[in-house]
């Protein structure tokens, strides 16, 4: 039972580690695609000001 409880736990190991991962990739990508949207919409406003 203790071989099979360790297997868990290093599944349950391995998929925190991979959602990090994933997270940590994510995230930045979402930050510089807010930032670009961000961006575009100003270049837009002040187009339409002008």
């Known amino acids: 039972m203790?071989?099979?409880?360790r297997r868990k736990n290093n599944n349950l190991l391995a998929l925190a580690f991979v959602l990090g991962v994933v997270c940590c990739l994510i995230?930045?990508?979402?930050?510089?695609?807010?930032?670009?949207?961000?961006?575009?919409i100003a270049?837009?406003?002040?187009?339409?000001?002008?």
């Open 2 to 5: 203790s071989g099979y409880r």
């Open 27 to 40: 995230l930045p990508l979402w930050t510089w695609l807010l930032a670009v949207g961000l961006l575009l």
């Open 43 to 50: 270049a837009g406003c002040r187009i339409l000001v002008d």
